[in-house]
């Protein structure tokens, strides 16, 4: 019994290994700087998190069918810089298009995700048709794409952002109200990301297909699922969520440039892997991913908090990557 | 000398959740050659595992040449001289057969005494002999991928040979390798034999397991059952031992009445020229038509052909009257056609998703409501359904496939299709690698469904099975059909005259 027990226990603990670490780390930074634990923090931390999470979200349909997508970040990129030089201030001296009036701000979300899409479906089409590796595939694209939108941008940076648009991206819900409680907008454009996700993914055709081409893509063949058309939704639905990062990452920093969203890819696909997302593919959750991204960020800003210096938080992020996934694997080993 | 080569005593080993083994054990004689018997899920192979150092045993113990031993891990194994030949091959398709055989001991040259290279020369001379000494004859330096999987399998054992080896476990062995190249097998066998190696024969054919081997352990869940004199015993008492029960009936009793065509295949051809060509066959409603051939016969190539999986050139597919352009499985599934591909691990099984994942996954259409969203609760239903109807073991609908019995995982393949509501469903080797009691259940399912008017094609290469289930059985040869059989006239004799028409 008493065997049975530390076993159990063992087997929670490796279970929710990241959860655990998370909190730890949560406890020994609020301990060691008391203003950690505290609303402005939280702030930072869940809009930090949102857009990584919206990133995450699209990477997250590659890798659960065996693919990838190097291309996420400089898409985030080109997202932010269509946006921006739509969306400046009518008197912005160096404007982009000086001619150009006040567009619509959704329209302008709508051509930055519809650029994307294009690009998210050249993707799906080059690994379905073509059978390119995916990792080769987006590789490609990511350099395209970041050439594009040098010859677009001619690399100059751009700034003097509508209020209104940035506003999306900095204001809160019940914001110079007295309530106590104000939610930023980006938390909640990222919770409704989220939900849809998680309504796509468990709830209909399309994610149980999706699940399916991850776990035994040939069987999916012989079962009529149509692996082509299922994969470039997948591209294209992952490059419309990296526009929508973009264009709210342009509308956080007030600005952007060609260089917006580089590596990206990276940060999100690690948080992938980190929440559970596995590179063998046909497994992985949203509340996973979310985990994953909240790891890193939470860690990022733990360490920020400590006065650690930037240089060494990239050491620390790297070894964290390997140390969660080889955790996370051990699920999997025990059971052999 | 000890008696025996080898002794397993009271081994056990639990899994999360399953006593794999329960004080089993296994007395193996020098020069002799030891059948293994079993459902599967038995234990057969986990004790062999055990044996062969990849597990390790909760309690029990091994005695080697009547010293005990503890095998840690399988290098151990073969320092000691015991090697194993899987169930599951793990060539390296893309390298030289030679490779593949002295893979992790591959012979060394020297440079000025220093610089230690592969002596490529003497690797491919030593295979050459080795590969004679087995009776096989391929190029050593042939890429292992352009051999066939019988042939590979032949590599796989030669190179368990090559080890030196005092005990070999052969696990099914034979599984993939056509009657020509059981009979070499059973050559070499006798020869290792002579030579005092002794051999552990997994295996599910009782023909062979009765022609080959001088002692029979037969297990149950995980326990010992006993051993026997293998001239002892009959097909019957093996059955009756392994199950525990008495099988009196191999086959069910079919109540089917084959009715109008529905399905008719005229020149088929495939894109391949060395593959099935002019292929023409019916098949009526309700009936179960038989297909029976040697491996590489191109039985799975034919029938992946008409389904869709592989590229046609002429012919054509007419279902219900109706010519139809194959293309994609799409097409062929939407005209109530489904295929139980042969190769369950590679083409069949979703192995991280969920038996309830696995068994919607093909029919999600018609559980769609409001435009959009899966009505989750009817396909739990249709899947408890399925999940009883079949008698499908498994902990719960939300298990992972991969960790059920193969005769399960069939199961949930088959009521895959099932959900589709197929009238001609294909099944490629419906009973491989299925233990006799599975095998039973899925016999008196396919005779079910053709009673309900479906209608079946059956591909199988034991021709017990084809002649005790087919209506008719049509029989091919190096991709040509050489001739339809009634079931009842069927008979080993004119069906493998059939099947060896070109050879």
């Not at chain 1, 990477?59 to 970040?73: E, H, N, Q, Y």
């Not at chain 2, 080569?5 to 296994?26: N, T, Y």
């Not at chain 2, 009657?179 to 034999?193: C, G, H, P, Q, R």
């Not at chain 2, 902990?395 to 399960?408: E, R």
Request: net charge neutral; hydrophobic share 45%; proline share 3%.
């Amino acid at each position: 019994m008493e065997l049975n027990k530390n076993k159990s226990i063992g087997r929670f603990l490796e279970g929710n290994a990241m959860v655990i670490l998370m909190v730890l780390v949560a406890i020994v930074v609020g301990i060691l700087r008391p203003n950690f634990i505290s609303g402005a923090n939280f702030n930072n931390l869940s809009v930090n998190t949102a857009v990584r999470f919206i990133i995450a979200l699209g990477v997250s349909g590659c890798l659960i069918t065996k693919g990838t997508d190097l291309s996420a970040g400089r898409m985030v990129g080109i997202g932010a810089c269509v946006s921006a030089t739509l969306l400046q201030k009518a008197d912005y001296t160096d404007k982009f298009f000086p001619g150009l009036g006040n567009l619509p701000i959704v329209a302008v979300l709508l051509i930055a995700v519809l650029i994307c899409v294009v690009f998210g479906i050249i993707n799906g089409c080059v690994i379905s048709f073509l059978k390119v590796p995916p990792f080769i595939a987006t590789l490609g694209m990511q350099t395209l794409i970041y050439g594009i939108c040098l010859v677009y941008t001619g690399a100059k940076p751009i700034g003097g952002l509508r209020s209104d648009y940035t506003q999306i991206a900095n204001g809160k819900l019940l914001e110079n109200t007295a309530s106590p409680i104000q939610i930023p907008y980006l938390l909640i454009i990222a919770i409704v990301c989220g939900g849809l996700m998680y309504f796509l993914y468990n709830k209909t055709r399309h994610g149980k297909h999706m699940y399916a081409i991850g776990g035994n893509e040939t069987a999916a063949e012989v079962s009529g699922i149509n692996v082509g058309f299922r994969k470039i939704l997948i591209y294209a639905l992952a490059a419309a969520l990296y526009a929508l990062a973009g264009f709210l990452l342009a509308a956080k920093s007030g600005g952007t440039s060609v260089n917006m969203g580089q590596g990206y890819e990276l940060e999100a696909i690690a948080a992938c892997t980190i929440g559970g997302v596995s590179v063998n593919g046909g497994v992985g959750r949203v509340s996973g991913i979310l985990l994953g991204v909240l790891v890193f960020e939470l860690l990022k800003i733990s360490l920020q908090f400590m006065g650690v210096e930037t240089s060494y938080t990239y050491i620390v992020q790297g070894l964290v990557i390997v140390v969660a996934v080889a955790l996370d694997l051990r699920k999997y080993l025990a059971k052999k | 000398m000890a008696e025996y080569r080898l002794e397993m005593r009271d081994v056990s080993k639990a899994f999360p959740g399953v006593q794999a083994l329960d004080r089993a054990q296994l007395k193996l004689r020098p020069g002799s050659v030891h059948a293994l018997m079993g459902e599967n899920g038995a234990g057969k192979s986990t004790l062999m595992k055990c044996m062969f150092g990849i597990y390790k045993m909760d309690s029990g113990e091994i005695y080697y040449e009547g010293e005990k031993v503890s095998i840690t891990d399988p290098m151990d194994a073969l320092k000691r001289g015991i090697a194993m030949v899987h169930q599951e091959l793990q060539p390296v398709p893309e390298r030289s057969v030679a490779e593949n055989i002295f893979i992790g001991r591959y012979p060394t040259k020297r440079w000025l005494g220093v610089i230690s290279t592969i002596d490529h020369e003497k690797m491919f001379k030593d295979t050459e002999a080795l590969l004679k000494e087995v009776r096989m004859s391929f190029d050593p330096k042939a890429k292992l991928g352009t051999l066939s999987v019988s042939q590979m399998q032949l590599v796989e054992i030669a190179k368990a040979v090559s080890a030196d080896c005092k005990v070999l476990i052969l696990d099914e062995p034979t599984s993939s390798l056509t009657s020509n190249e059981v009979e070499a097998l059973f050559l070499i066998i006798e020869d290792l034999k002579a030579k005092g190696v002794s051999i552990i024969y997994i295996s599910h054919k009782m023909d062979e397991i009765l022609k080959i081997s001088d002692e029979v352990t037969i297990m149950r869940d995980g326990a010992y059952i006993g051993t026997w004199d293998a001239k002892e015993l009959t097909t019957d008492m093996i059955i009756t031992r392994m199950v525990g029960r008495e099988l009196t009936n191999l086959f069910p009793k079919r109540e089917n009445e084959p009715g109008e065509v529905v399905l008719e295949v005229k020149d088929f051809t495939s894109i391949n020229p060395k593959s099935f060509r002019d292929v023409n066959f019916t098949l009526r409603k309700g009936e179960i038509l038989g297909v029976g051939g040697l491996v590489g016969a191109q039985r799975t190539e034919l029938m992946e052909g008409l389904f869709g999986i592989r590229s046609h050139t002429t012919g054509e597919v007419i279902i219900n009257g109706e010519s139809l352009d194959v293309r994609r499985p799409r097409d062929t599934i939407r005209k109530g056609t489904a295929l139980l591909t042969e190769d369950r691990r590679q083409s069949g099984v979703m192995g991280v998703l969920s038996v309830e994942d696995n068994v919607a996954i093909a029919s999600l259409n018609r559980f769609i409501k409001w435009g959009i969203m899966l009505d989750g609760k009817k396909i739990r239903e249709l899947v408890s359904d399925n999940v009883a109807k079949l008698s499908i073991k498994t902990p719960g609908l939300k298990t992972q496939i991969q960790s059920l019995s193969g005769g399960n995982q069939q199961k949930v393949l088959i009521s895959r299709w099932l959900a589709n509501n197929p009238d001609i469903f294909i099944l490629d080797e419906p009973t491989r690698g299925i233990d006799v009691g599975a095998k039973y259940e899925i016999y008196c399912i396919i005779a079910d469904l053709a009673k309900q008017g479906k209608s079946i094609v059956m591909i199988s290469s034991e021709l017990s099975e084809l002649i005790g289930m087919s209506d008719r059985i049509m029989v091919m040869c190096d991709g040509r059909v050489t001739g339809f059989v009634d079931g009842k006239d069927a008979n080993e004799e004119n069906l493998m005259t059939l099947a060896t028409q070109f050879s």
